[in-house]
């Protein structure tokens, strides 16, 4: 049997949550999955994938548009193959204290595309972005990286589970 391959598609501003997509490609490929990572706004079709994973960070409330518009340009597919969906944003420890479900505009998305399952993972404001507001939340003590890569892998494990890879 091939390796399932696994598209992990992302919209990120700042790195964070393409770090987090990176963190998940490469879990899976030592899973034995044929894992490849993608900015969301760079894919134009996933039939060619056995599943994906497509993330995007919050601002404000609101899903990356980036990755909004990778959900909307391929709907269609994505309808038809196996599909999950994160978030990443927390700027605290709280995505790793309980279950934060996914916002309004990602919900909708999760039920349209039939998506298995969400998760939101903590996210990252780090002093060298060029992000006004991220600078000033640094500035005045609120950034940091609370992304948690056990939780990021575990995740990326179960996924690669359910697809049938193995070691």
Request: hydrophobic residues 35%; charged residues 25%; positive net charge.
């Amino acid at each position: 049997m091939n390796s399932p391959r696994i598209l992990v598609a992302y919209g990120s501003k700042a790195g964070a949550t393409a770090g987090i997509a990176e963190e998940i490609g490469r879990t899976l490929r030592d899973d034995g999955c044929d894992a490849v990572v993608l900015p969301a706004d760079t894919v134009t079709d996933v039939s060619g994938y056995d599943g994906v994973v497509l993330g995007g960070a919050l601002y404000a409330g609101h899903w990356n548009s980036k990755a909004r518009r990778c959900a909307r340009r391929n709907a269609e597919q994505l309808r038809h193959r196996p599909l999950w969906l994160f978030s990443s944003g927390p700027v605290d420890r709280s995505a790793d204290e309980h279950d934060i479900p996914p916002v309004r505009g990602v919900a909708r998305r999760m039920k349209k595309l039939g998506a298995r399952e969400h998760i939101t993972f903590g996210g990252a404001v780090m002093p060298e972005t060029s992000d006004p507001v991220a600078r000033a939340m640094v500035k005045h003590g609120k950034g940091g990286d609370f992304r948690n890569p056990e939780r990021i892998r575990a995740w990326a494990h179960h996924i690669g589970t359910e697809l049938g890879a193995t070691d």
